[in-house]
């Protein structure tokens, strides 16, 4: 009998790599997503291809939000493994919409541990709960690690912090298997659009191309611990497999600025960024222009950008009430208790993401011309 596992979230960026994993190592994966009024399978479908027909792989309804439909779907599938990634997962956003966000990624967590107690499958199911290093935020120590006490600075920051200590206290009160993964901050050319690498990658993917003219980003001294999404999907997978529960940081161990990120992305496209003027006045630069990557699809002479040109300026929308301004985790636990490593490095990282929105703008300036100029 093929092991079932649920994957909450199952539309987001993490959904569709550990989707892709768990049908590859001959699981029935049932992927719950919400309801919305425009279709939220595409990248899904993209990613797995032809495996998104497969009848090993099936979508239900099922919010967080609701108790009933959680109740109702963990019901119906008796799962083998739960992963938790369903949640308002941006940070601004969470400023915005402080309540919805503590009621699907705080509540919602509690809703899905008590549903496994209440449907007597506490000794059956498994459950990974999607934890973050957004949990350290205004960080006590460097590096952080599994023992490195938690400060969050967002309502996001603080509704994962309950979903973390619930997790917790559900294995420690009822024996349940919930073990949380404390993950950095992790990327790909699936990530949503409007996390700073993301926008990064299109925005000056389309800059490149002559589709926009400016990037307008927030604070670019933040520094991140950048892994890529398809290794830190596998960590999630190990931590279900062991025989104890337990907690765990996933982390690349190297840090970058965001503006570090934005220079490396422009490098792929043949750019090279100067920074002048400082606060809300900084603005970034073309200062050089060079061969782009030979995997870009895009040659010197398509380049729509010259020297001098202004392609990153600051908007004060995007910065937060609070910031976490540096991140930077400790892994050695999961390397010595799992066996992971990152295997993707930072540079390859960006230049993957970069090189897939460069495609992405290339096909837009096809369409939106009738063929190349
Ligand atoms: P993501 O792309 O934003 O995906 C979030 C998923 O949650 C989407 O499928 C979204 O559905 C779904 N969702 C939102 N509200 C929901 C609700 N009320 N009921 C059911 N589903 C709902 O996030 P991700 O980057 O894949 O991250 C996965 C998880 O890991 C999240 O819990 C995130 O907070 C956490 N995390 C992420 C990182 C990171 O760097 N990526 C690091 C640490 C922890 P729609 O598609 O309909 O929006
Ligand atoms: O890409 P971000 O929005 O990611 P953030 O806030 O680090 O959160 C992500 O990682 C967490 C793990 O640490 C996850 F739990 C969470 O779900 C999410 O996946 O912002 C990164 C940094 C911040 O310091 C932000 O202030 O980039 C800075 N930034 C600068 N300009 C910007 C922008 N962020 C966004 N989203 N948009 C900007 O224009």
């Not at 950048?226 to 161990?253: K, Q």
């Not at 995007?318 to 991140?327: A, I, K």
């Not at 066996?339 to 096909?363: S, T």
Request: aromatic share 10%; hydrophobic share 40%; net charge positive.
């Amino acid at each position: 009998m093929a092991k079932k596992a649920l994957i909450t979230g199952v539309t987001g960026q993490d959904g569709a790599y550990l989707a892709e994993l768990l049908l590859a190592k001959g699981y029935e994966v049932y992927g719950a997503r919400r309801r919305l009024s425009t279709d939220n399978t595409g990248r899904l479908r993209a990613h797995l291809g032809p495996k998104f027909r497969s009848p090993r792989f099936r979508l239900l309804y099922g919010d967080l939000t609701d108790s009933s439909s959680v109740n109702g779907f963990i019901g119906s599938i008796r799962p083998d493994e739960i992963y938790n990634l369903a949640a308002q997962s941006h940070v601004a956003v969470s400023f915005e919409q402080p309540e919805f966000t503590a009621d699907c990624d705080a509540l919602g967590t509690l809703r899905i541990l008590e549903a496994v107690r209440n449907l007597g499958l506490g000794r059956k199911t498994r459950i990974y709960q999607a934890s973050t290093s957004e949990l350290y935020g205004k960080v006590r120590a460097v590096p952080q690690n599994e023992g490195t006490p938690f400060h969050p600075r967002s309502p996001y920051g603080v509704s994962k912090l309950f979903a973390y200590w619930i997790a917790v206290n559900y294995r420690e009160s009822y024996g349940l298997f919930a073990s949380n993964g404390i993950l950095f901050n992790h990327e790909s050319p699936l990530r949503g659009e409007t996390f700073v690498s993301r926008k990064a990658t299109i925005g000056l993917s389309r800059i490149s191309w002559g589709l926009d003219k400016c990037l307008y980003l927030g604070n670019l001294d933040s520094k991140r611990d950048w892994g890529h999404a398809r290794d830190y999907v596998s960590a999630m997978h190990m931590m279900l497999l062991r025989d104890e529960p337990g907690d765990f940081v996933i982390a690349t161990g190297k840090q970058y600025s965001v503006r570090r990120f934005i220079e490396t992305a422009a490098a792929v496209a043949g750019l090279t960024l100067e920074w002048k003027g400082k606060g809300l006045a900084e603005r970034g630069v073309v200062a050089g222009i060079a061969a782009p990557h030979p995997a870009a699809g895009l040659s010197r002479h398509e380049l729509r950008v010259k020297k001098g040109d202004v392609v990153v300026r600051i908007s004060p929308e995007y910065f937060r009430p609070s910031e976490v301004d540096t991140l930077l985790g400790d892994a050695s636990r999961a390397a010595r208790e799992l066996g992971w490593r990152p295997k993707v490095a930072f540079k390859e990282l960006v230049e993957e993401m970069m090189l897939a929105d460069l495609y992405a703008a290339r096909k837009a300036v096809y369409l939106k011309t009738g063929g190349f100029r």
